[in-house]
């Protein structure tokens, strides 16, 4: 289908995954750089605003109104569940957001704490203070809040690099220009607030203002990605740490070459419009997509992850857009796949003038039952009832829009 694509901009292919650093920033789970070439401290990234503007535009609406209730400690989404001296000043659980809820920042006096949701609204309680959400109409994920030391003002950090400064928080640059080969997870301020760090789940850390670069590991760690980081308390040095995301219960140990509680997606262009919707609905997702990509070039390249040791336990293939499917090629692709933990695939939705249109998705009913513990991911069924999502290509969706989420939360159901 290389005569149908649309073209656009992708990014570079993977460099060697994250393991663990003897360094030390704090943040929540969920690029100055460490190769040559990227931001050094106190430089704003080429094309980036001037120190202070951000990285888009601010609302400046009404927060929720602070609460403090007594109650007992439950798990409610959205609602923090404090302990020991920590007190509960109130949640957004009940909130139409719109997105879930990504962050938490304490105020400075500990009497209160900011919570931030993936779209990007700030919400206060207790004695922080509201300065500003992000814009509507931002496609990025927020993977982290970080308040200033003083609590007059705080950054919105984002699973693609960009940064947004509120009331006195300074911008000193962001990673929201670069070419990142994985999403940002963390971010971590320097004690006086003139600085700061953001780091990828590949372990690349990028340093602004006076935060200093210490290291990375994005050479070391190859299994397992990064999912938080840590400053030290004088701003000299900071910890990354890796780890495995946990398996889904009930699924089995994974055969050799798996990494196990790990999730990596194999697909094509429609894979790159949901892929910042699948970082932000599967943490530490390793998104392989790539424009044209074939049915047999996953399965090389499924081959290739598995002989390198970094094939998720979970593997999702979202390929056949670009031309059919044959049950021999899909029985290839379970045997490259076999002894992973579960494989889910996602049917294609494609206009009729497609000629392979039906029988990829006949392949896959036809293969997948097959295999009990593999899952088939309907999307196509979704699409044909809402034609909306699509661009007059009937393909391609906007990335962030309503197909891409859709899509996300089809295969977070299946895993």
């Known amino acids: 289908m290389q005569n149908r694509q649309t073209p656009r901009t992708r990014r570079p292919p993977r460099s060697g995954r994250v393991v663990v650093l003897g360094i030390v920033v704090a943040v929540l789970v969920s690029s100055a750089a460490c190769t040559t070439g990227q931001p050094t401290a106190g430089q704003p990234t080429a094309g980036q605003p001037t120190a202070g503007s951000g990285d888009l535009p601010i609302t400046r609406s009404a ?77 990025a994920q927020v993977v982290a809040i970080v308040e200033t030391s003083n609590g007059g003002g705080y950054w919105l950090a984002c699973n693609t690099g960009r940064l947004f400064n509120f009331g006195d928080a300074g911008f000193y640059g962001s990673a929201g220009g670069l070419p990142l080969t994985t999403p940002i997870v963390a971010m971590a301020a320097t004690p006086d607030g003139r600085g700061y760090w953001l780091v990828a789940s590949g372990g690349r850390v990028f340093h602004y203002g006076n ?113 059919p499917v044959s049950l021999q090629q899909f029985t290839d692709m379970m045997n490259v796949l076999s002894g ?5 695939f996602v049917t294609v939705h494609l206009p009729s003038d497609y000629t392979w249109a039906n029988s990829v998705n006949a392949t896959l009913e036809q293969g997948v039952p097959h295999y009990p513990r593999d899952r088939l991911a309907d999307f196509n069924k979704l699409a044909d009832e809402n034609p909306q999502w699509f661009y007059s290509d009937g393909v391609h969706m906007p990335i962030g829009g309503a197909g891409a989420q859709a899509m996300a939360g089809l295969v977070k159901s299946e895993i």
Do not use: C
Request: no cysteine; net charge negative.
């Open 63 to 139: 927060s929720l109104q602070s609460v403090r209730t007594l109650r007992s400690v439950h798990d409610v989404a959205g609602e923090p569940i404090p302990f020991g001296t920590a007190s509960y000043f109130g949640a957004v659980a009940h909130e139409d957001l719109g997105s879930g809820v990504t962050g938490i920042a304490a105020s400075s006096s500990g009497r209160g704490y900011l919570l931030a949701t993936g779209n990007g609204r700030v919400f206060n309680f207790g004695d922080a203070r509201f300065h500003g959400s992000i814009a509507a109409g931002n496609s």
């Open 211 to 323: 935060a200093h670069f210490y290291g990375s590991a994005s050479f070391t760690v190859r299994r397992y990605p990064i999912v938080a980081a840590a400053a030290t308390p004088d701003g000299k040095g900071y910890w990354l740490l890796p780890s495995i995301p946990p398996s889904p219960v009930g699924l089995p140990t994974p055969g050799n070459g798996f990494v196990a509680g790990h999730v990596t997606a194999i697909g094509d262009s429609v894979m790159l419009d949901a892929q910042p919707a699948l970082e932000a609905d599967i943490p530490g997702i390793d998104v392989e997509a790539a424009v044209s990509r074939q049915w047999d070039d996953g399965i090389a390249l499924a081959q290739q992850l598995r002989s390198e040791d970094r094939l998720g336990a979970i593997v999702v293939i979202d390929l056949g857009t670009n031309g």
């Open 340 to 344: 992973a933990s579960r494989v889910v």
